[in-house]
Structures are given as structure tokens and as C-alpha cells.
């Protein structure tokens, strides 16, 4: 639950629930990762509203996607990646990084926001450090491609708000 005591009046308070699960894939080094994601507005219309972003991966980066998305009294996100390693071979430059292996994640979205139903597939492509600028924490530096569409998609396009059909952008995360 998300709220913010005193400004029930200026920011909607909102519950979300968030399940994941793992699946062994082809390979044992493979696997597939399916999650749920479901945000729920729990009072009325307010200036400011908060929430869990339901939004499928490809239609995440425009700010008005963003905002309507947050103005609808629910929304659920269902999604599907499986994991492809691959070997890269033992590279590292120095001390500062060190290549450990190639990952290809093919991905799959479905959402349900609020009346709407929007979804997204594409793949990432990233290569994961054992040893990154120095530091001994995992990262993943890549790219990442979606491809938009969904039943409600023509709809958006014609409130203007419609981020496009294709989304490519880097990602990046490290462990601590």
C-alpha cells in the first residue's frame, strides 16, 4: 500500500501486488520468469496520483503514456521473459572489466489499464560483468527492442498520446 498521510486530498493513496515465478528452461542454463503486477487507485480523482507503473515495457518511455496510465482507477501487467546465456569467451580489459557471459531475453507484455488493453514484445541484448569499472558486484549493460501494439492501441494513437510502435533503449542494472 502507497499513501502519504495528510495529502489524501492531493495524492490518491494505492494498493499493488506484485507475483513472480521461475520455470526451468530448454537448457540449464535457461529459464523463462513470468510476473504479475497489479496497482489498484484506492480513493477518487486527485491533482497528484501515485502508483505502480502497469505500463508495458515499449510504451513506458513517453511521459503522457505515463500520466494517463496513472489517471486510470486500475491497472495489471503480466509478462513473460526467457533467459538465453551465451558464452563470450574470457575477455576483461585490466582490472576494470570483465566480461562473464551474453544474454539474449526475448519478452513478452500484457496490459490491462483500466479500460484499455495494451501489449509488447521484443527482445534485450546484454552483456553481464563479473567485474565492472573496478567494482566486484554483477552488472548488465545492453540494448533493448519493443514492438507496440494492442486492441486499445489505435485509440491512444488517436488521443495523441501513443509513444509509437517501436521503442529501442539501453538498460542497465548491478547488484549489490
Do not use: C
Request: hydrophobic residues 40%; neutral net charge; without cysteine.
Amino acid at each position: 500500500i502507497s499513501a502519504h498521510p495528510g495529502l489524501k486530498k492531493i495524492i490518491a493513496p494505492s494498493a499493488y501486488l506484485y507475483l513472480y515465478g521461475y520455470l526451468p528452461g530448454i537448457y540449464g542454463n535457461q529459464g523463462l520468469k513470468l510476473t504479475a503486477l497489479g496497482n489498484l487507485r484506492l480513493s477518487g480523482a486527485t491533482p497528484l496520483i501515485s502508483g505502480t507503473n502497469t505500463l508495458p515495457r515499449g510504451f513506458s518511455s513517453g511521459e503522457s503514456m505515463t500520466s494517463w496510465a496513472s489517471a486510470q482507477s486500475y491497472g495489471i501487467r503480466l509478462t513473460a521473459d526467457y533467459a538465453m546465456p551465451f558464452p563470450m569467451g574470457d575477455f576483461h580489459i585490466g582490472n576494470l572489466f570483465y566480461v562473464t557471459r551474453g544474454i539474449v531475453t526475448p519478452h513478452f507484455d500484457y496490459s490491462f489499464i483500466g479500460d484499455a488493453q495494451l501489449l509488447s514484445a521484443g527482445a534485450s541484448l546484454e552483456v553481464e560483468f563479473g567485474n565492472f569499472i573496478g567494482l566486484q558486484f554483477p552488472a548488465t549493460i545492453g540494448v533493448t527492442y519493443s514492438y507496440n501494439a494492442g486492441p486499445s492501441y489505435r485509440s491512444l494513437e488517436m488521443l495523441g498520446i501513443s509513444p509509437g510502435r517501436h521503442f529501442i533503449g539501453p538498460t542497465f542494472s548491478i547488484d549489490f
